[in-house]
């Protein structure tokens, strides 16, 4: 079984790369949001980045993987590539959920229009905010980024990430997103590793990276919300290839490997 040493080495070494940007981050106290114009092409291509880890998106992006594997992947080692990003997902999402109303850590664009000094019809309570149901929630969005514009005109957003803004109201820890794209990159990682595909791991490491920064830059989380989200996507990823490879399908392949 020491052929399953190889990919979790490399694998070690993606997850490393990913904290160290939010690590940094923490460390010095500097924010990535507000940094860049969010009507500029960059902050668009962020949204689309950051849009493939949000549903129905995400479903696609698991799809598009689980079919790399299926077109690459002997049978038996794909049927435990399926199991186990599926246990890990479902891992995550549920871990996610259950964090967010625990810590309730409010979000840096909401942070950002409560700290301006909007219209009174368009101020931002971090006390009462939360406490709106979700429609309630996305009004008060649009309605303070209508005062942000009287306030502060310069400050413009593509269509996309206004919508955006609406829609993402929940609390900012753990960042789901995060934690969808860091445990699908572990976990898929390690068995496109052991079929010999290193090429695409390192696509999905890419995209994890991006996926981080483009939830920072837009205004969606904090350093820390990325950070520790990476580090729980390790044990919803780990907690998947372990139950998965004590199942038939994954010794069935490692036997046919040894015996090759």
Not at 8 to 33: E, S
Request: charged fraction near 10%; include cysteine; aromatic fraction near 12%.
């Amino acid at each position: 079984m020491t052929k399953n040493v190889y990919p979790l080495r490399r694998l070690g070494l993606a997850w490393l790369l990913l904290m160290i940007i939010p690590g940094l981050l923490l460390l010095t106290r500097y924010q990535l949001f507000p940094l860049i114009d969010l009507q500029s092409n960059l902050a668009t291509l962020l949204y689309w980045i950051t849009s493939t880890g949000t549903a129905p998106y995400g479903i696609a992006t698991v799809v598009f993987v689980l079919l790399i594997g299926y077109r690459m992947m002997p049978k038996a080692l794909f049927i435990s590539f399926f199991l186990a990003i599926s246990l890990s997902q479902l891992s995550s999402l549920a871990l996610s959920h259950t964090l967010k109303p625990y810590f309730k850590e409010p979000r840096p664009n909401l942070v950002f229009l409560a700290q301006q000094d909007l219209p009174s019809d368009a101020q931002l309570s971090l006390d009462s905010f939360y406490q709106l149901d979700k429609p309630s929630r996305s009004t008060a969005i649009a309605t303070a980024l209508e005062g942000l514009k009287v306030v502060k005109p310069e400050i413009k957003f593509t269509p996309r990430i206004h919508q955006h803004w609406q829609n993402e109201v929940s609390y900012s820890f753990p960042s789901g997103h995060t934690i969808f794209a860091v445990t699908l990159v572990l976990t898929a990682g390690y068995y496109l590793l052991l079929a010999g595909l290193p090429c695409f791991t390192l696509a999905l490491v890419t995209w994890a990276l991006l996926m981080g920064l483009s939830r920072m830059l837009l205004g969606m989380h904090w350093p820390q919300d990325v950070l520790f989200s990476t580090i729980l996507a390790a044990f919803t990823s780990g907690f998947g290839i372990f139950i998965v490879n004590k199942l038939p399908p994954f010794k069935r392949y490692m036997l046919e490997k040894s015996i090759s």
